[in-house]
């Protein structure tokens, strides 16, 4: 296990006279034996990062360190990294034995040695019943945890990634790769980097995600940090289902105002709110949202139910804010009494709310 630094990393294809930047000055450090994922929608550049720390890749500006040593321009091989990619790699003309002894055989590894370690390997793994079958015949999870088993047989390997390994697997059958997966890097403390456009793959995996977009890494954080405090208008979106609200609102002296309804606000953020901005966001995650079915002074938010959807153990409802003429979604208990077309009230609590201009978090400039 080993910590892997990027530094200052961005990566242009070239193709065709035509020039792509999929990474953008990329900073991230993965500490020695942690968990981390990456996630962020299609095309952001997850993939070309983890090349680029697999070494498949050599970014074109920027550094990748591991363990403090400059591997920038080391071959894959040289680097010690196990990358188990999007659809299974396995040799289907040797049973799994072969498959997980091959890394081994190819450093002279003594047999007996051999042995010992295919075994472990596979009994972490759940693979002992199957050593002698061929993975040619297997569903994508027993190829995938094969492919798996293949990169962390060698004690030396400094770091684990995986490129969306449940892809090809089907829907059924996530959870137990995901729970073998997750116990291996946990008995074997590897430091790991997995990457997933799925945030509940990320968040229930790792200890600390790195949210991608456009190429650059725009929050990096454990997973109640990006629910909680996310940096941005993305991150709030990008991460919770559904994602944070954001309400259009414009700031006076002391108050917040959503339409004619008047927010008041603490000393400590109007200090932070600059006088030109004259329009703000507030952000708010659907389950801080409470409703009544009366006005109160703390809910004076008139509001009109325009969807109610039911999600095993709660209710998401869409209510209308007809003012502003804008959509939220809220998280409703299943005994709450809710119908479509009722008028609900709701009040935007300070102590959950979070304030955003042009996009960035104000609490923390946008960090
Ligand atoms: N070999 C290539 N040549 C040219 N452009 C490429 C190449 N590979 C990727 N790209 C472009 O670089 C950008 C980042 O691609 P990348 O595959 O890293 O994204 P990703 O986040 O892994 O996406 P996905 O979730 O779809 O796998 C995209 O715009 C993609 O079209
Ligand atoms: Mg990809």
């Not at 040797?94 to 190819?106: C, I, K, Q, S």
């Not at 390997?121 to 995938?144: C, I, M, R, Y």
């Not at 509001?303 to 869409?318: A, F, K, N, P, Q």
Request: hydrophobic share 35%; proline share 5%; charged share 25%.
């Amino acid at each position: 296990m080993s910590k892997i630094e990027l530094r200052n990393i961005t990566h242009i294809y070239e193709s065709g006279g035509e020039k792509t930047q999929a990474v953008k000055d990329v900073n991230l450090t993965l500490e020695e034996g942690t968990s981390n994922a990456l996630i962020g929608p299609s095309g952001c550049g997850k993939t070309t990062l983890l090349n680029i720390i697999s070494g498949l890749l050599t970014p074109t500006e920027g550094k990748v360190l591991i363990d403090g040593e400059d591997v920038t321009e080391l071959p894959p091989q040289d680097r010690d990294v196990a990358q188990v990619f999007q659809f299974p790699v396995v040799y289907d003309s040797m049973d799994v034995y072969g498959n997980l002894a091959f890394p081994l055989r190819n450093r002279d590894v003594p047999k007996e040695e051999i042995k010992e370690r295919v075994q472990e390997t596979a009994e972490l793994l759940g693979l002992v019943d199957k050593l002698h079958d061929n993975p040619g015949n297997f569903g994508p999870e027993w190829s995938q945890l094969v492919s798996l088993g293949r990169g962390i047989i060698r004690h030396d390997t400094t770091a684990l990634l995986f490129d969306e390994p449940m892809t090809d697997v089907d829907p059924g059958r996530k959870l137990t790769l995901r729970r073998r997966i997750s116990q291996a890097q946990q008995r074997l403390k590897v430091t790991s980097l997995y990457v997933t456009h799925d945030q509940h793959e990320a968040l229930t995996f790792a200890d600390k995600a790195a949210v991608m977009n456009q190429g650059q890494i725009v929050q990096y954080g454990s997973p109640e940090k990006l629910y909680e405090q996310p940096v941005s208008t993305f991150v709030g979106n990008f991460i919770g289902s559904p994602g944070m609200n954001f309400i259009d609102c414009v700031a006076t002296d002391s108050k917040l105002k959503v339409g004619s309804f008047e927010i008041p606000i603490s000393d400590e953020i109007k200090d932070l709110l600059d006088p030109s901005w004259t329009s703000l966001q507030v952000g708010i995650r659907p389950y801080q949202i409470d409703i009544a079915d009366e006005q109160r002074e703390d809910k004076p938010i008139s509001t009109t139910v325009t969807l109610t959807e039911h999600l095993g153990s709660y209710r998401i409802i869409t209510l209308k804010l007809p003012e502003i003429d804008k959509e939220i979604k809220a998280e409703v208990p299943l005994d709450e009494q809710v119908e479509v077309g009722d008028e609900k009230f709701i009040g935007l609590n300070q102590e959950n709310i979070r304030l955003f201009h042009e996009g960035q978090a104000i609490e923390n400039g946008g960090e």
